[in-house]
């Protein structure tokens, strides 16, 4: 357990329907990171933010994503109108960064999508 | 544009030695990540490498070449928990981490 938790752990939907993923960093952390692996491959890079603002987005990343760090503690990442293709495990990962120091990043379980 | 290779697959013995090489192209550096990754679960950090040499932690090795654009993972005395897939990931310019696809790593008694 590395202190990082993310709800649900699966999440089974037909295509078309709105998820929502939540994702609960490692509390003194103030980046926090979201990724997409599917099986076979690094994870892909979606978003960040450092405290809650969200510095960067993946030009991969479509309009029917999007992601929310409202107080600088805890994010929330909602795909709307599912397809298929968005079938992977969705990763959150967590670092304490100052300046020009970038720590390692801590992973938490992640979520396993299902887009039947 | 940015690439990251590594090895799709390895085997190795229990007890043996194994190296798994990384070679990158990226827009700026800094950094080269290891991470292991068991079957279904999250990845979990195993070293970080900024500058040129060895850094050893335990039964892991990682080597970086910063000129070559290369690093490996050395990992002796293999245990059958040994076996997962190892990323290899590097710290761009914009300080976003490049991944690799993975090693997976197979033990065989």
């Known amino acids: 357990d590395t202190g990082v938790s993310q709800d649900p752990r699966h999440k089974i939907t037909k295509r078309g329907q709105n998820v929502t993923f939540r994702c609960d960093p490692i509390s003194e952390h103030n980046r926090l990171y979201w990724y997409r692996q599917t099986l076979g491959q690094g994870p892909e890079f979606l978003t960040y933010?450092?405290?809650?603002?969200?510095?960067?987005k993946s030009r991969l990343l479509s309009d029917r994503f999007s992601a929310e760090r409202p107080k600088g503690s805890f994010s929330t990442l909602e795909i709307q109108r599912t397809e298929q293709g968005d079938s992977a495990m969705y990763l959150c990962?967590?670092?304490?960064?100052?300046?020009?120091?970038?720590?390692?990043?801590?992973f938490g379980p992640g979520t396993r999508l299902t887009v039947l | 544009g940015q690439n990251i290779d590594q090895p799709t697959e390895m085997t190795a013995t229990e007890g043996a030695i194994v190296q798994i090489n990384c070679t990158y192209q990226?827009?700026?550096?800094?950094?080269l990540f290891w991470y292991q990754q068991h079957a279904g679960e999250a990845p979990t950090f195993l070293s970080y490498n900024v500058l040129d040499g060895l850094e050893e932690k335990g039964r892991f090795s990682s080597f970086l070449s910063r000129s070559k654009g290369y690093s490996y993972l050395l990992l002796k005395e293999l245990q059958m928990k040994d076996s997962a897939s190892y990323l290899c990931?590097?710290?761009?310019?914009?300080?976003?981490?490049?991944w690799g696809a993975g090693t997976k790593l197979i033990i065989k008694p």
């Open positions: 933010f450092q405290n809650e603002a969200q510095l960067e």
């Open positions: 990931a590097v710290m761009d310019s914009n300080y976003q981490l490049i």
């Open positions: 990962a967590s670092s304490l960064a100052s300046g020009m120091e970038h720590n390692e990043q801590f």
């Open positions: 990226t827009s700026g550096f800094n950094g």
